[in-house]
Structure formats: C-alpha cells, structure tokens
C-alpha cells in the first residue's frame, strides 16, 4: 500500500540495508500485542505471504477467503488483505495469550515491523517508521536477522519485482477507459499470482516464471 507522507514525519530519516543494526529489539514482544489489533485493512498479503499461510494451515485460496482473508482495493487494485475480529478488532491469527498463532508463517508484513520499505528508482531501502511500536527502549538488531527470513536474497528480489509490477498495474488501471479492462485486469493479478496454488518447494521460482509470462502478455 502507497502512503504519501513525509519521510521525516513517520521515520528517523535514514535508510537501511540488511547489514544495518536497527533499534527495532522489543523483548519478544512480552505482553504486547498493540501492532495485531486495530490495522483495518492495511495488512495486505503478497503472493509469498498467501502460499505461506496456504502451506501452514494447509487451505487454498478460496478456502482461506472463507474465514481469515478478505479482498479489497488497494491503489486501485483487488488484493488479500488479513482480516481484523472481535470488539478488538484483532487480527483473525491472534490466540487468547496475545500471540501470533502462525508466528513461523507470518506475513512479510509482520516480519519487518515496525520497519516500513521505501522504493525510488527501481529497487527498495528499509525505514524505521518511528510511530508505530509502542515498546520504549528498544535494542538494536542486525535488519537481516530482524526480518527473520529465509533465502533472504531472493525474497527481496521477490518483494521488489512484485513492488515494481503492481505499481506497473496501477498505472494501467489509471489508463484503461472501460470498468471491464480493469475487472480484467485484477482478475489476472488474482488468478495468476493467489488463486494458481504454488508448489511446496521453489516458490520464488515459480513466481517469476509467471511473472514473465504475464508481463510479456500485457507488455509492461
Ligand atoms: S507494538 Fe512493538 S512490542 Fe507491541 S507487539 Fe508490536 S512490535 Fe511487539
Ligand atoms: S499474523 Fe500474527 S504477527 Fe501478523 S498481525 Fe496477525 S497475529 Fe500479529
């Protein structure tokens, strides 16, 4: 999700990379659980981010949008996003104790809390969005063990191809002057890249296999 903001209003003002010490350490998150409630529809799943809760709780797609996923418009685009529950309007993965029920197949969003990513010119930085935890006297920790993911290099050629595609996308939602081009379009996004489950192994390289093909289909 785009945000247009100021850098200098949500963020310490640097960019870092994977090898950078952030202040981001919170001790394990003990007895908070403030970032997986009251999130409305801001945590939107990637491709990476469906098959991963796919392969965890063994569930399709459709069978996740039953109950713990829901689609809405992002920039113009239909996308997943984790669904919010209960008076507390907490996110549908949340147990009675305040933990994240799938922690080891969470979201990319998850991981890299309360990391934003800043993308300019074809590839991407990480910012430390300075409002969003509400632990005091965080530590600093390496930003590659911090996201805790691996394979590292590819799921950040990954996050960057699918940044880049989707913004391509959006550009062509703008232009395209029929309802129907558009409805055609997200359902491309849809059924190519969440509804076409992926093999348990070399998802990245099944991604963007499809991601090829369907650039060259739609010439962007
Ligand atoms: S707000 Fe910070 S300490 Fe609280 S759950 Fe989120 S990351 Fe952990
Ligand atoms: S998936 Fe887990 S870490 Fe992410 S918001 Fe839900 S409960 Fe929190």
Redesign the pocket.
Same mark, same amino acid.
């Given at each position: 999700m785009i945000r247009n903001c100021k850098l200098e209003e949500i963020s310490d003002g640097r960019f870092y990379g994977l090898q950078d010490m952030v202040k981001v350490g919170c001790g394990d998150c003990k007895g908070c659980s403030a970032c +997986?409630q009251g999130?409305g529809k801001s945590?939107v799943l990637d491709p990476l981010d469906i098959h991963r809760l796919s392969v965890r709780l063994q569930r399709s797609f459709e069978e996740l949008l039953s109950d713990t996923v829901e689609l809405n418009l992002v920039d113009g685009v239909i996308l997943p996003n984790?669904r919010m529950v209960g008076e507390k309007e907490q996110?549908v993965?949340?147990n009675e104790e305040g933990r994240?029920k799938?922690?080891s197949h969470?979201?990319g969003f +998850?991981r890299i809390f309360p990391l934003g990513r800043y993308y300019e010119e074809g590839s991407f930085s990480y910012i430390l969005q300075v409002n969003e935890c509400v632990k005091s006297n965080k530590t600093k920790v390496k930003l590659s063990k911090w996201i805790d993911t691996p394979d590292l290099g590819k799921n950040q050629e990954f996050v960057n191809n699918w940044h880049y595609f989707l913004k391509d996308i959006q550009k062509k939602m703008v232009e395209a002057k029929e309802d129907q081009v558009r409805k055609q379009l997200s359902m491309v996004v849809l059924q190519l890249f969440y509804l076409a489950p992926y093999g348990q192994e070399h998802f990245y390289e099944e991604f963007q296999e499809r991601l090829t093909k369907v650039k060259e289909q739609l010439s962007c």
């Open positions: +997986c999130m945590l984790l996110c993965f949340l994240c799938i922690h969470r979201p +998850c």
